[in-house]
């Protein structure tokens, strides 16, 4: 399980660490061990909040830690503040964490996309500039874009497309699932070996 957890990683736009929880958690309760186990395993997932998090989880990541759910004091509230930016605030392009989220981007073979916005500046902050290279014939990408419209659906397929550097066909965006739902529908194709 190890082997199969060290080729996901995780690109989470949210500040918050609730994947990281449900990750933990459900570790726990499916392979029936204790959080320290658990937790080990999940140290093998590479994790990336490319706009900083409101505290890392104890054992789990660098910067200040919080644990989930508790009562922070003024001091390590203030030192958690200034380790996220807003999303206006953007982020450096130089700065390892980003060279490292764009090359795990660059190499992957399957993206799945989930609960995401599409929104140009994470998309870019995601994506090297295309390069005008030939498509990378393997890479899949999925997606949910649920309430997105059909129009708006063919217009970000098509921009995922040309950021991934891989044929339009290749992109199975739906508007019609939720997250829980395109696991469901596409189970197989995402299936890790």
């Not at 959080?35 to 900083?52: C, M, S």
């Not at 206006?88 to 390892?96: K, L, Y």
Request: net charge negative.
């Amino acid at each position: 399980m190890r082997e199969r957890l060290k080729k996901v990683a995780l690109i989470i736009f949210n500040y918050d660490r609730c994947v990281e929880v449900f990750l933990l958690q459900a570790l726990q309760n499916y392979y029936t061990i204790d959080e320290p186990e658990a937790l080990e395993l999940l140290k093998e997932v590479e994790i990336h909040h490319p706009y900083g998090v409101v505290g890392a989880l104890p054992g789990l990541g660098a910067g200040t830690a919080a644990a989930f759910g508790a009562t922070v004091q003024a001091e390590q509230l203030l030192q958690i503040s200034r380790e996220i930016k807003t999303f206006t605030e953007g982020t450096d392009n130089s700065a390892s964490h980003i060279r490292r989220i764009r090359e795990l981007m660059s190499k992957c073979h399957r993206i799945v996309f989930l609960g995401f916005a599409y929104h140009q500046l994470n998309m870019q902050l995601l994506f090297n500039t295309p390069s005008g290279l030939p498509p990378l014939g393997s890479r899949k990408i999925y997606g949910t874009a649920l309430g997105l419209s059909d129009s708006d659906k063919t217009i970000v397929t098509e921009e995922l497309s040309q950021y991934a550097e891989t044929p339009v066909d290749c992109v199975q965006l739906r508007n019609d699932l939720t997250c829980s739902q395109l696991f469901k529908d596409y189970w197989r194709s995402m299936s890790i070996q």
